[in-house]
Each structure stands twice: as C-alpha cells, then as structure tokens.
C-alpha cells in the first residue's frame, strides 16, 4: 500500500484565471502550459489500518493545519473512489533551488494524485489523473503530462470534460526558460483569491474571457509551426492582460515588485537589440523568460545586471509524472520522530 510518484512543474504560457466552480475547480477558460525539466516534487504515499488520521510531512516537516486539511480532504475523494477507509502518510519533498519561491502546488497535486491512487490499488489512466490532480489545485492537472500541455476548460457541471492533455505537434522543441528569482518571500495574495477577485470585481475580466480563447488559438498554431516570434508575443500579450485584471479589481492589486518592472523592461531592451526574448508572469513578481537555447547566455547576462535579480535558473522543457521504485525507508515507522518537530511554515 505504498508507491513513490515525481511530478514537474509547469508555466503558463497562456494563463488559467478564473473559476466558475470553485469546490470543483472548473477554470472559465482553457490554458496551455510548458511542463519544466528543473523543478519537480517527490511524494511517497502509505497507506496503513494502523493510522487513525492522515499524516502529511513536507520537506521533512509536518505541514500545517491549513495544508494537512486540504491534503486530507483530497485523500477522502481517493478513499472514497478506492472503497477503502484507510488513512496514510505522505511524505512529499519539492525540488527547487533553496528559498527559491518557485515551489508550486502544480507538481505537489500532480505528485500526490499519481502516488496516491497507486498506493491504494487505484489504477488510473492519465485522463482520469488529470481530472483528479485538478482537484488538488487546478494547474496541478498540467503537470501530468510533459512538454505542451492544454487544459480545456470543459462546459459540464460535473467537470467531467474539464482535464489536460498534451499538445499535439509540440514535441521536441528545444526552447529555453529563463526563470528569473527576485523573491522567494511568500505572496501577500494567494492565486485563488487573486483569481477570485479579479472575476468578481475586476473591469477589465470581461475582456480577458472575450480574448483568451483567441490567444489560445495563436499560441497553439505557433508551436504547430515553430514560430517563435509569434509564440512569444502572444505568450507575453496574455501574461500582461492577465496582469491588468489585478490592477482593475476591487481594491485593485499587483503580483509585481519594483524589480519585475525592471526585468520587463530588460526583456524589451534585449528585443530592441534584436535579441528573440519574451517574459511571462504567473501569481508573484518573479519573471520566466522564454528564448531559443542560442541566446540563453546572452540573455542571462543582460538580466543577471538588473538590480533585484539574486539567481537565474535555466529550465527546458521537461517530462510528465513517473513512478519511482520505493526507497524501502518506512514512513510510518518515522511518524513519532515527526510528532514533536517544528510544523512547517
Ligand atoms: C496558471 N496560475 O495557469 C495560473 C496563472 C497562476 C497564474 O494556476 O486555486 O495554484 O489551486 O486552482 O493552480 C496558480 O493557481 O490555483 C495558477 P488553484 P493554482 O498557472
């Protein structure tokens, strides 16, 4: 009753924002996302009769109440699609550059749903993954899968139709991205309420539904043809708009610093020079950077001088889940030595 799944993260390259259901994390509209080779997230899931409650340890620390509930109410679904009462450990440790700020939640789901359903003797094909990982967190559904991925939005009440899939035509494109630390301090708001705001309040969100699916479209015919250009513009277009609903919404709201401007601005500088570089930005100031493997250092360069910037982490496209063997070390047996430990922040 226990298995080990790896899960990456991924960008948006054209952003989910806005949900129409919230419990069941249906998106207003469809996304598409790049699933990075960097930064991933390790779980192991145990299920045992011996436990009375779930017991969740994230980076060799129990997690807080906040996140303990929210893993547990995402056990109860798979008990409950499983037939079995069992309560379990998991063990979840993210990959990233220490303090990086770039965990996510996309690779910890995605993880937990693939470890999780293994571990009870569900046997899930990735569809049905990517519908449950969705129910973690909703980019979590992306990371099911590698390279281009797409998330349809779907229109059923009972999200049945709402799950990613990979992009046709999108393999093997080396591309780079460049993602740019200029914080690793927590965001004072949370992707979902930003979301939620912006959908209830914002001016410009109507705007955003209207034109979202169109740059979907755009996105989609670049990669199909390898146009890079085209891709990238379309890429930052939408970041920028997704951005503007924040500013619109009441109170108004920004996920930027003083240094994500600058970073801005270094990437349109680097254009002017006929250097092939664009910027996307998810919920919190740091910056990806999209450019073609020949000019990553060039662009590296340039941005590593702006005040602000403290590391730049070169990703490339990267693989859906996998399974790993299990390390044969028993988690159940380390709960006590948890029990009396900080509770993770
Ligand atoms: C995305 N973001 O497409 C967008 C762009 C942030 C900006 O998905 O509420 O952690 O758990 O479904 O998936 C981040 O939000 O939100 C996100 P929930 P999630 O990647």
Redesign the pocket.
Known sequence: MKATAQANTNI?LI???GKRDESK?LPMNS?L?LTLNKFYTTTTVEFCTCLSVDVFIINNQLANEFEMSKVTRFLDRIREMAGKDFHAVVNSTNHVPTAAGFAS??SGYAALAAAATKAIGLNLDQKALSQLARLG????CRSIYGGFVEWQKGIEDDGTDSFAQPLKGGKDWDLSVLSVLLTSKPKEIS??EG?KRAVETSSLYAHWLDTVEKDLLVAKEAIKNRDFDMLGSVVEANALK?HATTFASQPPFSYWNSATVEVIRGVKNLRSSGIQAYFTI??GPNVKVLCQPKDEQVVREALIRIPGVQEIYHCQPGPGISYLSNSGKREIANIQSFRNRKVAK
Do not use: F, L, R, V
């Not at 967190?137 to 979590?140: I, M, N, Q, R, V």
């Open positions: 948006a952003k989910y924002w994390i996304s996302s939640s996309a967190s909703g980019s979590a992707s979902s979301m997704m998810d919920a």
